[in-house]
């Protein structure tokens, strides 16, 4: 059985930094591809980042480009999101998602796992 747990979350300004982590346990991290989701109050589970497991090629969403940055140390079986320049819209509770997703990583229906979320909050 797999289990994930985020950490990390919390309030920040406008234009600080954050960084938000995620432990996986039970299964071989290495393999897995991870991606980080966020979901708002009304909105849809949107696709922000992702890094797969084998080569660790990233992906992100554009709205973020530039100013988050995905990172996993296989031998800690973690991942972590840094994010700098942080926007009022940045606002969610982020999820972090495991699976073997091949091409479809920005598709959250495509992953396997899921931690159950941590909360960012920035204000103006």
């Known amino acids: 059985q797999v289990h994930m747990v985020e950490s990390g979350g919390g309030l920040v300004q406008a234009g600080g930094s954050l960084r938000v982590s995620c432990a996986l346990s039970?299964?071989?991290?290495?393999?897995?591809?991870m991606g980080w989701f966020r979901q708002a109050p009304g909105k849809e589970r949107e696709f922000v980042a992702a890094i797969t497991g084998s080569l660790g090629w990233t992906y992100y969403a554009d709205v973020v480009m530039r100013r988050f940055t995905i990172s996993r140390d296989n031998a800690k079986n973690t991942v972590n999101l840094q994010k700098t320049s942080l926007k009022p819209m940045d606002t969610s509770i982020y999820y972090c998602?495991?699976?073997?997703?091949?091409?479809?990583?920005?598709?959250?229906?495509?992953?396997?796992?899921w931690g159950q979320g941590t909360q960012v909050t920035v204000s103006s």
């Open positions: 039970g299964r071989t991290f290495s393999t897995y591809t």
């Open positions: 998602a495991a699976g073997y997703v091949g091409g479809a990583c920005y598709r959250p229906e495509t992953y396997d796992y």
